[in-house]
């Protein structure tokens, strides 16, 4: 897609559609006038109120009429002007793709008329506009399929920047929208094809592409360097289990970031088996690796002035002859043990080892998503994913990140006091909580093993996996996490 930003006349572009995002109580300001002049009288105005556009955020109309070059014309709501942020842009992006491809337009002209726009803000509406668009396509034999593509993207603005200073911006966001895809694809590919296999094989192929360097440990390795997690946690599946370790370099690098993901390629909870319900969507439990493994190869491609090193725990998680069993201890490297209870509760066993050898690198902060606790989802829903930091600073720079990037963080508390709730009376420790502040207790449960790394894990149990489409996501792997890990390190200082 060639995306364009221009001054001069909107309605003199050869296009398909025409797009005016305007805010509330703008159906009559300037803008609209001079567009309705063009098109004859105030036919575009009546249009307008005939649809009952109010400029409202998420209201988006195709309007029965035509531009000068036979255009068809749309509008999309922006909200209230005073709170339009990035994400509004984004939104707005998503709701003019929809809009596009309900009139099948490849050439897409977006007038914002006198309104000020920087860079920033096309940049968030083209993310959108593209994620909008993503489809996982691959097992429908009709319908459904992916819209129309579009070819080109025009932004007309009253004081276009200059060309060359928009490329570099273009760039950098397919990179990471490229990143998002391939999180998404991961997360929807059935269990069956995503073996962890499967998944380290291609960590492997992308990685070396996008010129990272790449480590892939099977079980003898993984048995060799005591990763007791992972070896329990993949006992009752006959798929072998894999750890992927990705590392960028940087030339000068004075800091370094650890990613961590969870791998759960499947989560049937083993022999403490889930309901048939619960276990519907529990290909997504590999959500955080997806993520991570999305955000390493834009990384790899960006490359930004930080070491970044990416540890990936992968194994299914069946019950079997040979599954770990409730009761069992499990001894880790740090020789801390741990008396499972609950197999369900495999990730917290994963990420310790994932997290230990993570922390051995001594970076400057780790960072870990996991589709970890259903008890996050029932705190914080499924748009927001639960942040827990053993460092204020670590978390505030990813809060006020998540908020540029639309992916919404809240902080909960490490209350120090709920260790309790994880002593075992067998072992140090016990892989469940007390049946209260299940995704606190969890988050405690990985504090044990980071030392005194500054670190900030996300439970990305609710927005992972969409059960509806929102602005520029459909249901399903909505790639949480990508763009907030890549602009975190794209803005941090080398
Ligand atoms: N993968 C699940 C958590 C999950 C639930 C992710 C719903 C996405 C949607 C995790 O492994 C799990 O099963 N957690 C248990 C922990 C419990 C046994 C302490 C849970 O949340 O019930
Ligand atoms: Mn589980
Ligand atoms: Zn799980």
């Known amino acids: 897609m060639k995306i364009r930003v221009r001054g001069g006349e909107a309605t003199a572009i050869a296009a398909d559609v025409v797009i005016v995002p305007m805010a509330t109580g703008e159906e009559d300001g300037r803008d609209v006038r001079a567009l309705a002049r063009r098109i004859g009288g105030s036919v575009l105005k009546r249009a307008i109120a005939a649809a009952r556009f109010r400029g409202r955020e998420g209201q988006a109309n195709v309007l029965p009429l035509q531009g000068p070059r036979r255009q068809a014309m749309g509008v999309v709501g922006l909200g209230d002007e005073a709170r339009l942020d990035h994400e509004g842009w984004r939104r707005a992006g998503g709701q003019s793709r929809h809009l596009a491809g309900a009139v099948s337009a490849a050439r897409v002209v977006v007038a914002c008329g006198t309104r000020a726009v920087d860079p920033t803000q096309l940049a968030a509406f083209v993310e959108g506009f593209e994620l909008a668009a993503y489809r996982f396509g691959k097992y429908k034999s009709d319908g459904e399929a992916a819209p129309l593509a579009v070819t080109d993207l025009t932004f007309v603005v009253a004081e276009p920047p200059a060309e060359t200073s928009l490329e570099s911006l273009w760039r950098s966001i397919d990179a990471t929208l490229d990143g998002v895809r391939l999180a998404r694809d991961l997360v929807n590919e059935p269990a069956a094809v995503k073996t962890p296999t499967y998944l380290a094989g291609l960590a492997k192929k ?7 360097e790449v480590e892939v440990w099977e079980p003898k390795r993984i048995a060799k360097e005591n990763l007791a997690g992972l070896v329990a946690v993949a006992r009752g599946s006959n798929e072998e289990p894999r750890f ?80 770990q069993k409730p009761g069992d201890v499990i001894r880790f490297r740090n020789d801390k043990t741990v008396e499972v209870l609950n197999t369900d509760a495999e990730g917290r066993l994963i990420l310790a080892d994932a997290l230990m050898l993570a922390a051995d690198t001594k970076p400057d902060a780790i960072i870990d998503l996991a589709t970890l606790t259903g008890a996050c989802m029932v705190a914080l829903g499924t748009q927001v994913a639960g942040l827990f930091a053993n460092d204020q600073a670590l978390a505030d720079r990813l809060l006020a990140v998540a908020v540029e990037t639309g992916e919404p963080l809240w902080q909960m508390p490490l209350v120090a006091e709920y260790k309790d709730d994880i002593k075992s009376a067998v072992a140090d420790l016990k892989n469940i909580g007390g049946g209260h502040a299940g995704s606190i207790t969890a988050a405690l449960f990985l504090q044990e093993f980071v030392g005194t790394t500054p670190w900030v894990h996300l439970d990305i149990a609710g927005p992972a996996f969409l059960e509806k489409g929102l602005a520029y996501a459909p249901k399903g792997g909505s790639g949480f996490g990508v763009r907030t890990l890549v602009r975190y390190v794209m803005t941090l200082q080398g």
């Open 206 to 212: 992308l990685g070396k592409e996008a010129g990272l």
């Open 244 to 323: 992927v370790q990705l590392r960028y370099r940087a030339k000068d690098a004075t800091r370094r970031v650890a990613l961590v993901g969870k791998g759960i390629t499947f989560d049937s909870g083993g022999l403490s088996l889930k309901p048939a319900k619960s276990m519907e969507t529990m290909k997504c439990d590999m959500a955080g690796a997806a993520a991570v493994l999305g955000a390493m190869i834009a990384i790899g491609r960006l490359k930004p002035p930080v070491d970044v090193d990416a540890f990936i725990p992968i194994s299914e998680n069946l019950p079997g002859g040979k599954a």
